[in-house]
């Protein structure tokens, strides 16, 4: 399809060999006020963006307005693409010939800038992996660095121990980067199958992640020689995976890389691990089913009041710590709004107010920075110098205030310069953008002022002259008028044309009258064209020497902006341990978790009509070692479950928690096993995915970890599910390290597993209670000692709108069953083939029915039968 090169024409040879380099993205080629898109990617891209494909010569291509391209971006991005943005790099009446063009910039997932792309409660990470074997230890370990371009942030760890790939895997997931970076040489590999579910998975050659390589790239990017400050020093496998990772951003950014962040560096261990699944389960960022933050624990807990608060609380809540005493720390920070009622209500309505500096810096050096952006910086920066006075008032607080406020205070910098030349420098209701001008103050230039009043001063200048040449004329229908093509002119109607002067030009001829211009009219028109030409260029001058000005202060703006998002959290967890009447829970060392009166966090504020009944627990990894939960369906089991682990992560992240008191002992991993989740893109079934996840709690649980078990070995038969649900108890009992072993919370269907309490030491049984009431249940949610005594599926089952004489059919077939307690699954009668309707017992899939559905099936299949 593609012509040969020698009949293309030059535009199109300047399109091949720009593509060239850019082959596995969309090439957005501007073309005047388009971006066309030719051969592949117009046949790519044109359905994405539902524009019209069309052709040029032979080539297929289509196009988009430049000025809306942003959403068209979007569109690629989010389908997979990376889109190559290449402009004219020169003005079209400079070039000699051909415009010159480049690609200026490489859109990938990981590399976003652009609000409109972005979402601003949410981290976009793009990050680097180094997977290194080590000899001398045989095992591999990795190296990991990413970083938010959009707002700055830059970390780095280093896992290295002989758990490291399950390990690297929880974290990334933790991480949730929007894009990968890998060594070339490991494009097909098993580690790259396992990347792609994370997200776009892309290459970067190997001698990027080399050591020395690496380790000069970043002294590069940070301006130091040595990586010593940034205790990194020794870390060269999170050095090699950063070096690598800058290399693909100055590739990808082409302009200047926004301000970084110093690197932090962090070690895995400092934070609780949530496992792959316990994220999505306990419904910590975003609801199971709607994949919403609405009725998630951040819904609930973020009530922060700007966009970098609720970034930090979202972290936060993805990383609760495992150090008691810094967690205290935390908490005497909440502590101290909690009680400063006034204070948090006067600081929360002041950061309602404020820009969202660390996007606004990345936004400034990537070009992007609209002019009102600069003004809610500058009225940002207005606010530090009160926020601080009621911080630090009355000046008594700040003496017995904890340590995290005082730190708070400290780094609330000011910038009075950067306030004073922006107030000075940018008008007040700034344009859009800055094209056109209009975007720097009066006063502050007087090049600029002289050349705006010129233009400005036009309209009464030409009124001016034409009343001058009226009177000089003679002729009172003379007039002044503009064209774009022949510019200022003087028109003379047909009948006055003998008054015409001499000094006049005749310019255009037109039905009823002529035009002309004369020497002082073209000389004004100059000096009028010229002066908005200028003006323009000069704003565009001040706004670039305006951005590199708040540029230079970019690391106090990075810890400013830092710390007004703790400041924002903290707030935000006293205002709501305030309004949800939250207690603050001890912090130990412990293995112990008590809750006393516990509550949903998010389910006690979603319920209608109806109040939450909370409940308490006890589980200490020894004597209660396994909590054993029986009950019916929808007695309020896996609400139990989840709540002790939100509790006890909202405990971790120095947050108070919904409980009348708790005593939280240090939690290193939760792990949950809920619910079907199938994995059927994986083309694994329920049963398989539920065996995976717990083979791999098996493996990394340790002395202080929780785990939340709901309904493990249910996807098999029920003499299966029951002898793997009793071998996991079992093991994780048997077990224990000096008499410890993880916290089970485990609920199940299988009221035979209730007998394993005498026998299995640390099993406890629980349930939770139903009252029954004139054949009716009702449903009182209390947790209670002891196993629950029957299933109650019939009563549930009722509930759920079964046909009257199905419930009245399965209880005759129950109490027959009970009576003859040979199992059902095994009687030999109902099972015997060849039978007449085999094809109704066909149906009965023993590895996915419940016993409701078993019970349906067979008393439509006897009642044939028996006919
Ligand atoms: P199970 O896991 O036992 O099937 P769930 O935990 O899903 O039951 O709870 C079913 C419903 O019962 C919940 O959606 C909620 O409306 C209600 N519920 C559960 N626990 C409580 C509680 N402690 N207080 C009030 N309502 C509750």
């Given amino acids: 399809m593609k012509p040969e090169k020698e009949s293309l024409t030059p535009l199109m040879q300047q399109y091949q060999a720009i593509k060239q380099n850019y082959k596995d993205a969309i090439l957005f080629f501007r073309l005047g006020d388009f971006y066309e898109m030719f051969g592949d990617d117009a046949l790519k891209a044109s359905p994405v963006l539902e524009v019209v494909l069309t052709k040029r010569q032979t080539v297929p291509m289509c196009g988009i307005p430049y000025h809306s391209s942003s959403s068209y971006i979007s569109k690629l991005i989010k389908k997979g693409f990376k889109v190559a943005i290449c402009e004219q790099v020169e003005e079209p009446s400079q070039a000699k010939g051909i415009v010159k063009r480049d690609v200026v910039r490489l859109i990938t997932p990981g590399t976003l800038v652009e609000d ?61 980067p929007s894009e990968l970076i890998l060594p070339k ?156 009622g006034i204070m948090r209500r006067q600081i929360q309505d002041l950061l309602k107010n404020t820009g969202d500096l660390e996007r606004i810096i990345s936004r400034i050096s990537s070009g992007l920075v609209m002019p009102r952006e600069i003004i809610a910086l500058k009225d940002t920066l207005i606010l530090i110098p009160q926020i601080k006075n009621i911080l630090t008032h009355p000046q008594t607080v700040i003496d017995t205030s904890p340590e995290i406020i005082n730190h708070i205070i400290t780094n609330l910098v000011e910038l009075p310069d950067i306030v004073t030349l922006v107030t000075k420098c940018i008008a007040e209701n700034p344009p859009a953008d800055i094209s056109k001008g209009g975007v720097i103050k009066s006063g502050y230039d007087n090049n600029l002022d002289e050349l705006k009043k010129i233009a400005h001063n036009a309209k009464e200048y030409l009124a001016e002259l034409e009343q001058k040449e009226r009177r000089r004329t003679g002729i009172n229908s003379l007039k002044i008028g503009y064209t774009s093509v022949f510019g200022y002119y003087l028109e003379i109607t047909k009948a006055n044309l003998q008054s015409v002067p001499e000094n006049y030009i005749r310019k255009q001829t037109l039905v009823n009258a002529e035009r002309f211009i004369t020497q002082e009219l073209k000389e004004y ?70 809750i006393k009166d516990g509550r949903h966090p998010v389910l006690e504020k979603k319920l209608i009509g109806k109040s939450f009944v909370p409940n308490d627990t006890l589980i200490d990894g020894n004597e209660n070692q396994i909590i054993l939960f029986t009950g019916p369906n929808m007695a309020g089991k896996s609400t139990y479950l989840r709540q002790v ?5 909202m405990a971790q992240t120095g947050s108070y928690t919904p409980a009348a008191k708790a005593s939280i002992g240090i939690v290193d991993k939760i792990f949950t096993r809920m619910g079907a989740s199938d994995n059927l893109a994986g083309g694994e079934s329920t049963f398989m995915v539920e065996m995976r996840e717990t083979a791999s709690i098996l493996h990394n649980a340790t002395q202080r970890s929780l785990l939340i078990l709901d309904e493990v070995g249910r996807g098999t ?11 996991v108890l079992e093991y994780f009992s048997k077990n224990r390290k000096n008499g410890i072993g993880p916290k089970v919370l485990f609920a199940t269907h299988y009221f035979e597993l209730t007998e394993l309490a005498g026998i299995v030491e640390g099993i406890k049984n629980y349930n939770v209670c139903i009252k ?16 629950s005594d029957k299933s109650y599926g019939i009563h549930v089952a009722k509930l759920a709108g079964l046909p009257e004489n199905v419930i009245n059919r399965a209880k005759t077939i129950l109490i027959e069953l009970e009576t003859n307690p040979s199992n059902l699954y095994n009687q030999p009668s109902l099972f015997q083939s060849p039978h007449p309707l085999q094809d109704e017992i066909s149906k009965i899939d023993t ?21």
């Fill in 116 to 176: 409109n792309l972005l979402d601003t409660k949410k981290n976009n990470y793009l990050l680097a992996i180094y997977p290194h074997a080590n000899i001398k230890s045989k095992t591999e370990e990795i190296g990991i660095a990413y970083l938010d371009i959009s707002t700055g942030e830059f970390y780095l760890t280093e896992i290295t121990d002989d758990k490291t790939l399950s390990k690297s895997k929880l974290e990334l997931n933790r991480i949730n």
């Fill in 185 to 340: 040489s490991l494009k097909g590999s098993s580690l790259e199958h396992d990347l792609t579910s994370l997200g776009a998975v892309n290459f970067i050659e190997d001698w990027y992640f080399e050591n020395q390589q690496a380790k000069e790239t970043l002294l590069k990017t940070l301006n130091a020689n040595s990586l010593k400050s940034f205790g990194i020093e020794d870390k060269t496998l999170a050095v090699s995976s950063s070096g690598a990772l800058l290399k693909y951003l100055e590739e990808t950014q082409k302009t200047a890389l926004p301000p970084l962040r110093p690197p932090k560096f962090y070690s895995t261990d400092e934070y609780m691990l949530l496992d792959n699944t316990a994220i999505d389960n306990l419904e910590l960022v975003e609801n199971l089913s709607t994949k919403k933050r609405e009725n998630s624990l951040l819904e609930i807990m973020d009530n922060t009041a700007t966009s970098m608060g609720s970034r930090l609380m979202r972290r936060y809540l993805l990383q609760p710590l495992t150090n008691a005493e810094k967690i205290k720390m935390r908490q005497k920070a909440v502590k101290f709004f909690i009680d400063e």
């Fill in 525 to 594: 028109e100059e000096k009028v064209l010229t002066a908005e030409e200028k003006s323009i260029r000069i704003e565009q001058d001040i706004f670039s020497s305006l951005k590199k000005t708040i540029l230079s202060e970019s690391a106090k703006l990075h810890i400013l902006s830092t710390t007004i998002a703790e400041l924002d959290v903290f707030i935000s967890f006293a205002k709501i341990a305030r309004e949800n009447n939250y207690c603050l829970p001890e912090i130990t060392n412990a293995y112990t978790i008590e």
């Fill in 645 to 649: 682990a939100l509790i006890t992560i």
């Fill in 717 to 727: 038969s029920t003499s299966d599910g029951i002898s793997i649900a009793r071998a």
């Fill in 772 to 787: 029954e009431w004139q054949d009716e249940i009702v449903f009182i949610h209390k947790v209670v000692p002891g196993p």
């Fill in 847 to 867: 590895d996915k029915m419940t016993p409701l559905e078993a019970l349906e099936i067979i008393s439509n299949w006897k009642k044939r039968y028996e006919k």
